[in-house]
Nanobody, 123 residues
Framework: QLQAYGGGLVQAGGSLRLSCAAS????????MGWFRQAPGKEREFVAA????????YYADSVKGRVTISRDSAKNTVYLQMNSLTPEDTAVYYC??????????????????WGKGTLVTVSS
């Protein structure tokens, strides 16, 4: 089971690092991604990485501000977010994918979802 954590309240311009861990080898053995859902909006793609890490995908809205990474020894995937704005306020979810390379640049082919963590960015 995947569990995202590390969310919280941060001022605009600040940074947060989200983590997603599993009790098994899910994170180490799969392509992984991050999604978010803002109040009143649909869930949207944020970032993803292939199983071997050779492919990285980012939504245009976060490109240059966000980095996805993985520590296989800790079976944890991270989302480093910098220069946060109030538009980044959302519940953030991690997901594993069915294939070693995520479909549609990370936007399709999800296998499982973790419980989300809330990020609130104040202006």
């Amino acid at each position: 089971q995947l569990q995202a954590y590390g969310g919280g309240l941060v001022q605009a311009g600040g940074s947060l690092r989200l983590s997603c861990a599993a009790s098994d080898r899910t994170v180490s053995n799969n392509a992984m991604g991050w999604f978010r859902q803002a109040p009143g909006k649909e869930r949207e793609f944020v970032a993803a990485m292939s199983w071997r890490g050779e492919y990285l995908y980012y939504a245009d809205s976060v490109k240059g501000r966000v980095t996805i990474s993985r520590d296989s020894a800790k079976n944890t995937v991270y989302l480093q977010m910098n220069s946060l704005t109030p538009e980044d306020t959302a519940v953030y979810y991690c997901a594993s994918y069915l294939k070693s390379v995520p479909g549609n640049s990370g936007r399709s082919g999800m296998r499982a979802w973790g419980k989300g963590t809330l990020v609130t960015v104040s202006s």
